[in-house]
């Protein structure tokens, strides 16, 4: 069974940057696509980033794109979630999850989902 372990969450302040880690373990990831989403308080778990396991074809959600990169290290099974310029609406605890098939950007796509790390950006 996949699982995933979400790592790197923080407090930081406006403008900061951070980096989100997912390790993944518990199969082959071959024609797995991972991605990740991000759920503030109060709001709808929405789509951040996906990437395609065989060969790191990145995707990022249009508003984000610029300021976020989704990456991953095949051998060690770990998908990446780097973030720039951060503001404050970028609050949220930060999920990673994981399907069969390519990228997709909704939630009921993906099979498997970590716990979650919180992200806080203070202003």
């Known amino acids: 069974q996949v699982q995933l372990v979400e790592s790197g969450g923080g407090m930081v302040e406006t403008g900061d940057s951070l980096k989100l880690s997912c390790a993944a373990s518990?199969?082959?990831?071959?024609?797995?696509?991972m991605g990740w989403f991000r759920q503030a308080p109060g709001k709808e778990r929405e789509f951040v980033a996906a990437?395609?396991?065989?060969?790191?074809?990145?995707a990022v959600a249009h508003s984000l794109k610029g300021r976020f990169t989704i990456s991953r290290d095949d051998v060690k099974n770990t998908m990446y979630l780097q973030m720039s310029s951060l503001k404050p609406e970028d609050t949220a605890v930060y999920y990673c999850a994981a399907r069969r098939g390519l990228p997709r950007s909704t939630v009921h796509d993906y099979e498997n989902w970590g716990q979650g790390t919180q992200v806080t950006v203070s202003s």
């Open positions: 518990g199969g082959t990831f071959t024609s797995y696509s």
């Open positions: 990437i395609l396991w065989d060969d790191g074809s990145p």
